[in-house]
């Protein structure tokens, strides 16, 4: 039996691959927030492709996680976003049919140290052991229409964040179109719509939650690094 804390891959009749692929940007107003620095080099212009991340293995874990908070950093930013679970291989799907491609959906608690530039490798920014939370996921059939649903992240007792995945660049079957062009996602795979602006941030011994209907409730805290988690 699993421990509280683990993750079970097993999402019947599929199974979760342990690919978890992030998209940035995806929200118009993630692009305002960079202001002048999107037309800086090396890119001088905003990106005309999906901006995408890896969350790794050792980022994956289950509901009550624990996330170490990095001493120097004080501050973990904590994002939520829709999971689009992939069903089959999909490669250069049009959008039209982008849905039969998908299995499910799964909440997502992405969690990173917070940081401006998305310009320069942040890896060990992102890819903090424990700093990307899945919830359970659920068929694809749940969701009336996953481009439009709230998404409720709360830190301690207070309200602190509404996302909302409606006016994304990218809605779910758009994404999916641009991403399978030129890479191949494959059964079990989880395509995150991405983080809105606004994430709100929370500090060691604080708890956090996030919550959307029809994908259920993620929860978490957030604890001191020691040398021992660290190592």
Known sequence: MSSPCSLDLDFAPWRLSGVVIGTLLNDPASLAAIGDAVNAPPYKAPPRAPVLYVKPRNTLAADGAAVAVPGDAGRMEIGASLGIVIGRSACRVRADEALCFVAGWVLVADLCVPHGSLYRPNVRLRARDSSCL?????PRDTLADADALQIRISVGDRPAHVART????RPVAQLLQDVTEFMTLHAGDVLMLGVAAGAPQGGADESFAIDCDGLGRL???????TEESSA
């Open 219 to 225: 929860h978490g805290r957030l604890v001191a690094e």
């Open 134 to 138: 899945l919830g359970v996921p659920v």
């Open 166 to 169: 409606a006016g994304m660049t």
